[in-house]
């Protein structure tokens, strides 16, 4: 499984460096980075709902506050989701 | 001619074009607002109750709210300095030239969602009270 990911991430995935808020140290990883817009409070406005998908171990303790650089952008995570069996999960963003 | 209702909501529009919000002003959009569109304040006639006084005049009371769209980490407190500044601009003339008896502030509602940065709609409402002759609902009385 951890091949698969691994080769998955290799082929469609960019480069994202993981910084804890709590000043540990960064890691860097692959991630596929989703920006689809969407409705928010009942239609009256739209939101560019920023999406990093990853290995679940890459950045194991990712957390709300968090920051991820993708291809140059700073995103604070919001939240983090795990995905069925947990070795995927998605950090939802918002651009800083 | 438009009706009293009408002109109520041009000048609402008017006052609050010509205040210093910094919000763009749209009535009645139905249309989502992208984050390049905000902060924003929507107009939006919200309903009227009638009442009947003597035999020909009617009494309405005109409820229009004003969405407040603001983007960030505490959106309700981006949509204060706009609502001050637009509850300023239209209760400085409470007839809005004329056109109606009275208007009152009758409440705010807040709403938030998760989103790129925090959306909000801070909302408040403003009750119109204005009369008009059964015969016509563009005349005043």
Same mark, same amino acid.
């Given at each position: ?6 080769? @998955? @991430?290799?082929? @469609? ?40 998908? @990853? ?8 957390? +709300? ?26 950090? +939802?963003?918002?651009?800083? | =001619? ?19 919000? $910094? ?12 984050? $390049? ?53 239209? =209760?400085?003339?409470?007839?809005? $030239? ?21 959306? $909000? ?21």
């Amino acid at each position: 499984m951890d091949e698969d990911l691994a080769g @998955f @991430f290799a082929d @469609f995935g960019v480069s994202a460096t993981w910084a804890p808020a709590g000043g540990g140290s960064p890691a860097t990883a692959s991630v596929m980075l989703d920006m689809p817009d969407q409705d928010v409070l009942a239609g009256k406005q739209l939101s560019t709902e920023y999406a990093a998908m @990853f290995a679940s171990a890459s950045f194991a303790g990712i957390k +709300h506050g968090d920051t991820l650089t993708i291809n140059g952008t700073t995103y604070a995570v919001r939240t983090v989701v795990k995905l069925d069996d947990g070795a995927l999960s998605t950090a +939802h963003l918002s651009k800083v | =001619m438009a009706s009293i209702r009408e002109q109520i909501l041009q000048a609402i529009e008017s006052r609050l074009r010509a205040a210093s919000t $910094g919000a763009a002003v749209f009535r009645s959009r139905a249309a989502a607002l992208s984050s $390049g569109e905000l902060p924003s304040i929507t107009i939006l006639p919200q309903d009227e109750d009638d009442t009947t006084l003597g035999q020909s005049i009617t009494r309405h009371e005109f409820v229009v709210q004003l969405d407040v769209n603001t983007r960030g980490d505490i959106p309700d407190q981006l949509a204060d300095p706009i609502i001050v500044a637009a509850h300023e601009a239209i =209760m400085r003339d409470t007839t809005l $030239g004329g056109l109606c008896s009275r208007i009152e502030p009758v409440g705010t509602k807040w709403a938030l969602d998760d989103a790129d940065n925090t959306a $909000g709609t801070t909302t408040p409402a403003f009750r119109i009270t204005y009369l008009s002759p059964w015969s016509s609902p563009a005349r005043r009385a």
